[in-house]
């Protein structure tokens, strides 16, 4: 249940800037939040699809509600499909064993993962935009750098907030056990 909420309040962040009315550029929860999600899972592959579902209601809301923007199928399906498979990377790497190093490089492979298949769909799909060259791709992804930093520092951050509270209440619980057995 607690996976869940994390889930759903870090789609929710994605909504911040445009609540606070600022840009907010990058700064979310939605990969650290994605990456717990996945490490909650056991055997429930399932559950990859409400995941998606919340993540995708927000794309729809920030798109065609917040932002009166055409909504691009094609685009989002591959967002869609990276966030995907994120949650079945974290349930694959952080369910059994969550080290620092694991969480820092999931944070890692999160925030760069995402960075460059949301530009290179952006390129892709939003033709428009950006010309379908090799130059046309380099400045997609050098406008997209500064979410990039941005959203590795806040997802290596909330990351570190998120399993390191987790850690800390799982040891306490074990301390707890521990003492109530000493007891008997």
């Not at 899972?41 to 065609?64: E, F, G």
């Not at 685009?75 to 969550?98: D, N, R």
């Amino acid at each position: 249940m607690a996976a869940y909420l994390v889930l759903i309040l870090a789609a929710l962040s994605r909504c911040l800037p445009l609540w606070m009315h600022s840009s907010g550029i990058g700064v979310t929860a939605a990969g650290a939040g994605l990456l717990f999600f996945g490490s909650r899972l056991k055997r429930d592959w399932w559950q990859v699809l409400p995941a998606v579902a919340i993540m995708a209601c927000v794309d729809v809301y920030l798109t065609v509600i917040a932002y009166g923007f055409a909504f691009r199928p094609k685009a989002y399906l591959v967002s869609w499909a990276w966030e995907a498979a994120l949650v079945l990377f974290a349930a694959a790497v952080l369910s059994k064993k969550q080290t620092v190093g694991r969480v820092v490089g999931s944070a890692l492979f999160s925030a760069t993962g995402f960075f460059l298949v949301s530009n290179g769909a952006v390129w892709l799909f939003a033709e428009e935009v950006y010309p379908h060259t090799f130059a046309g791709l380099m400045m997609c992804y050098e406008a997209g750098l500064p979410f990039y930093r941005n959203d590795a520092i806040a997802t290596m951050v909330i990351c570190g907030v998120l399993f390191g509270a987790a850690a800390v209440l799982r040891e306490f619980a074990v301390d707890k056990d521990a003492v109530a057995v000493r007891e008997r």
